[in-house]
């Protein structure tokens, strides 16, 4: 009985060893993410982004975002940019290669991202000389199902 036994866990752990692991993707960041929150902080004023009559989709790939803004209902100030990036552990680079404000395009914006449950928060200074742009930033976003 112990022989059979003994062979049988042996066959066992051979099929074992022999059936693939299936992958899971240790990039948490790629999905379609939806704003919920957004602050920013520009000439010792705080702003939070009023999210109530619009929608912002941020969408991540292995390695490529893209982010869209619209209104709610109807089609004004609508925008949306794209280009690359590189993530190096909580380290986030974009480099906006497509946008319609040529001061932004090819810029490069460096932030910090963290990702607890559902949500991506992300945070880091947007800084333009040439558009005057100088600010720091909080957004956050869920996941959306995918």
Known sequence: MKKILFCLIVIFSFLNCNQQIPSTTSNEIEGTWKMV??????????KSKDLSNTSFIKIINKTHFSFFNQENSGNRNFYS???????EGGNYK????????????????????KIKGDTLIQTGIEKI?????NRYITEKYIKLNE
């Open 94 to 113: 974009e480099t906006l290669n497509f946008t319609t404000i040529e001061s932004f395009k090819n810029h490069e914006f460096s932030f910090n991202v």
């Open 129 to 133: 000389s040439g558009a005057g742009v």
């Open 37 to 46: 929150y957004a602050e920013i902080f520009e000439n010792d004023t705080i």
């Open 81 to 87: 940019g794209a280009g690359s990036y590189v993530l």
